[in-house]
């Protein structure tokens, strides 16, 4: 097949969607600037993240918690064994017992100076201050937003 035909197809196809797509649904689309990260409801997702940060300023150890896509991922925990290492907390219980290890305080400082006009968002969710937290949606239903992922001290 020849380049022609190939582009020929790639616009017929992406006319095609566009077709199936409200102007509400594209508007919609284009007014969030979270929908790259899998985030459909913006308004949601801010409100979230505000009780998220209220949380975190409350040291609310339980809605923190309660807060957090499972399995956590945590880059640059330090194992006893191997120095530091990427750790997977797999249930609110593992989090509760090394909240403090995890939930350091530049970890919270992240959460406390940020602003929700200055979130940074792309295909991998919304990050927290330099990288210190991102944040995604839920794969399951009901969506949920919350952490999946908190960076430690370098």
Known sequence: MNHTKIIGLLLIGVFFCASLSSPATVQAAADNR???AGIEDAA????????????VAANDRNKVADSILYP??????????????????????????????????QVKEAFAKQKV????VNWQGVMVGKGEAWLAASEKTPVRYGISTVNLEK
Do not use: C, H
Not at 44 to 55: D, I, M, N
Not at 84 to 100: C, G, H, I, L, N
């Open 34 to 36: 979270y929908v790259i």
């Open 72 to 105: 956590l991922r945590v880059n640059g925990w330090i194992d006893g064994i191997s120095g530091k290492t990427t750790a997977q907390f797999a249930s609110r219980k593992e989090v509760m017992e090394d909240y403090d290890e995890i939930f350091t305080p």
């Open 117 to 120: 006009a200055d979130l940074f």
């Open 44 to 55: 949601k997702f801010e409100s979230a993240f505000l009780a998220l940060q209220a949380a």
